[in-house]
């Protein structure tokens, strides 16, 4: 976040748009440097703007004085619309979550009468503030009813806003619209925030609504459910819903989720603020669909006083299973063959205490299927999540006499968080429920095999684990491809030749960026344009590993992602590594990931093979790198190399590019043999291979 706030009068509103300030960290966001360029500038020149506010530790200064010095020295063009926006919604008076709020409203006004706004932009500020009032209590009132989780925002609140408001619209005209304009601030302010936010990722939002729509018996998913809310992902996810509910106990969160559900389209929206499990607000739905991301593990969900809930049809949940008195209010909340879709974590599966609950629903019909996820598909991370699909018997039900198991974490065996491949996953989830799937990753149980003394639902216990390694034949050819990589390896180990050090002039890659022998770029949260073909994304791990590009960029043309070419060098910027990578032919075209940097050299000035192995040099990232938290952080401008001519340069690059392709085979050989050791272990253990 760029640490920018707003100067106020006595009277609590903002005087004029000037009165923004900004923190020396959001000066050097702004000109594209570090903080401690920005304390050099305000020591050696005199015309540098004072201080405005703030401590002496930690001063503010004008944002309007600071950006018109930064043009007069060169170092800034124009602040884009995008950067300004986020700047005077982080200096909202009431803080950046009201100012989002509010923001959405006025976005909300724009989309539902867009031929008003014209009118309104041209008035002045206490007249527009005054013109909102009543317009936005009227928009609000239809799309969510006179009982809402969104409230007008108070006069003074508008009035102050005005500035932002105006660049909110005009941001909306420059991105297509105002969902696009609150997709942007919404996703801004959760990555400046996100120990704050417990997020569904959207392709498992994705895979959640397509789930629980292939599950759906009798009338579609028209009316859907989240029962904690949170952001609003899930139901975001679902496809022309007819009316969507939404719960959440944080009332900002329940505002902003009935916001984005409301610019996202023309469904019936109810959000309502409060604890679910405490304060049921819709305890008269009847919904076509649930999807859900309860809270996790929560001791104090209600347990002493809700002993009697008529909700627990199944049986009354232990005090340690919060997360199966969650799947009762979801079927609780269905209509007769109703489907809920549930993320759980994998204790619930086979916890001791919650296995007459588990019991029940599957013998009267109500849990249908069980299916692992691999880890890192949404948080915590570090683990394989569950999902449950569940669907509520009729009065003429009659139980299916058998049960869902699908594991998936077969399919990536070494993905992580931003390398898995969901359209793959979903694929997989999908042809398993219509009973497509692989025998290794789908299985259905009969359900009187099921009810033993555990009744463990966890889906590696009904599942065979894939060997490491495969057949004796796929291990034998294992090792014939390390041993040719270990004879390539030993072929491409380099001879080190003794050399004189003497001193050479140094540049630094600040300095090369300011004469343009390079420019720098950094990775961020862009989005890919609606419509357009998957944009394959660069990640901190694939450039740490040397694999190919893993990531993918989430639907919506919120934020223009940076795109790599080759001969570009990219740079992981934390965790106190000496790693660079040239960009390749196969490379080029991806998106840059979240904390990396890219540099982009001039060909006739700059040879990237040489820039990336300096670059490499473990006393060079030590005297660049710093604190920051906990991590290491990468000042990349404070990287020096050489200043050699170009034929020199090149000579180096051609024996840092040998380097690399040294490296890359010792990594292929590594791989080959752990999948090899794995593969004989598990050959060994479960007979396919036999000791010579």
């Known amino acids: ?112 009468r867009p031929a008003a706004w014209p009118g309104l932009a041209a008035l002045p500020d206490d007249r527009l503030a005054g013109v909102l009032s009543t317009a936005l209590e009227e928009v609000l009132t239809v799309r969510f009813g006179p009982v809402r989780a969104v409230h007008t925002p108070a006069h003074a609140d508008m009035l102050a806003a005005a500035p932002l408001f105006r660049a909110a619209a005009e941001l909306a005209g420059e991105l297509g619209g105002a969902r696009q304009a609150f997709e942007f601030l919404l996703g801004r302010h959760l990555d400046a925030n996100p120990r704050q936010y417990t997020l569904t990722p959207p392709p498992l939002a994705e895979l959640m609504a397509a789930l629980a729509a292939a599950a759906a018996t009798g009338a579609p998913a028209g009316t859907v459910l989240d029962p904690a809310s949170g952001t609003g992902g899930l139901l975001s996810a679902v496809p022309d819903p007819t009316a969507l509910y939404a719960q959440d106990a944080d009332p900002d969160l329940a505002a902003l989720t009935a916001l984005r559900l409301a610019l996202h389209g023309d469904a019936d929206i109810r959000s309502a603020v409060g604890d679910t499990l405490r304060a049921d607000a819709f305890p008269g739905l009847a919904a076509d669909t649930v999807l859900c991301h309860p809270p996790f593990n929560e001791r104090a969900w209600g347990h002493d006083e809700l002993a009697y809930d008529p909700r627990w049809e199944y049986g009354f949940p232990a005090r340690t299973e919060s997360e199966l008195a969650w799947v009762q209010h979801a079927l609780a909340r269905l209509r007769d ?69 699908v594991d998936t974490a077969g399919l990536v065996p070494d993905a992580g968080r931003d390398k898995l491949p969901w359209t793959v996953l979903q694929a997989a989830v999908l042809d398993a429920w219509a009973g497509r799937g692989e025998e290794s990753v789908a299985r259905s149980v009969p359900v009187v095999e099921l009810l033993d003394d555990e009744v463990d639902l966890a889906p590696a216990r009904y599942l065979a684990a894939p060997a490491a390694g495969g057949t004796a034949p796929e291990l034998a050819a294992v090792r014939d491809r390390l041993d040719e990589t270990l004879r390539r390896t030993l072929g491409l180990a380099p001879t080190p030749v003794a050399a004189r050090p003497g001193p050479r002039p140094l540049t630094t890659v600040g300095e090369l960026a300011r004469t343009g022998a390079l420019q720098l770029r950094t990775g961020g949260p862009g989005a890919a344009a609606s419509g357009t073909a998957p944009v394959p994304v660069l990640t901190e791990y694939d450039v740490l590993s040397g694999g190919a590009p893993s990531g993918t960029l989430p639907d919506g043309a919120a934020e223009e992602p940076v795109l790599v070419a080759e001969g570009d060098v990219v740079v992981p910027v934390l965790g106190g590594g000496s790693t660079a990578r040239v960009v390749d032919a196969a490379t080029a075209g991806a998106a840059l990931g979240r904390s990396l940097q890219l540099l982009r050299p001039d060909p006739a000035a700059l040879d990237p093979w040489f820039l990336a192995g300096f670059l490499r040099g473990t006393a060079n990232n030590r005297q660049a790198s710093s604190f920051a938290s906990t991590a290491t952080r990468l000042d990349v401008r404070r990287l020096q190399l050489p200043r050699l001519p170009l034929a020199d340069q090149r000579r180096h690059g051609a024996h840092f590019r040998a380097l690399a392709e040294f490296e890359e085979a010792l990594r292929l050989a590594s791989r080959l043999g752990e999948q090899l050791v794995q593969g004989l272990y598990d050959g060994l253990a479960d007979g396919s291979v036999q000791p010579e």
């Open 337 to 405: 063959g109703g489907t809920a879709v549930l993320l759980m974590p994998p204790a619930v599966a086979s916890r001791r205490s919650g296995r007459r609950i588990r019991a029940d629903l599957l013998r009267r019909g109500a849990l249908r299927a069980v299916i692992a996820l691999p880890a890192g598909a949404a948080p915590p991370y570090g683990i394989p999540l569950h999902l449950w699909v569940l669907v509520r018997p009729g009065s003429d039900h009659r139980p299916p006499a058998e049960a869902l198991f």
């Open 1 to 112: 976040m760029l640490g920018v706030h707003s100067r106020t009068r006595g009277d609590g509103q903002v005087p004029e748009e000037s009165a923004t300030e900004v923190t020396a960290a959001g000066i050097a966001r702004l000109a594209g440097v570090g903080r401690a360029a920005v304390s050099n500038w305000r020591r050696r020149h005199a015309d540098f703007p004072k201080p405005v506010g703030g401590t002496e530790t930690s001063p503010s200064f004008s944002l309007t004085d600071v950006e018109q010095w930064l043009r007069d020295q060169g170092k800034l063009a124009e602040v884009p619309l995008r950067e300004r926006l986020w700047q005077q919604l982080s200096g909202h008076p009431a803080g950046t979550v009201a100012g989002l709020v509010h923001t959405g409203c006025v976005l909300l006004l724009l989309r539902e």
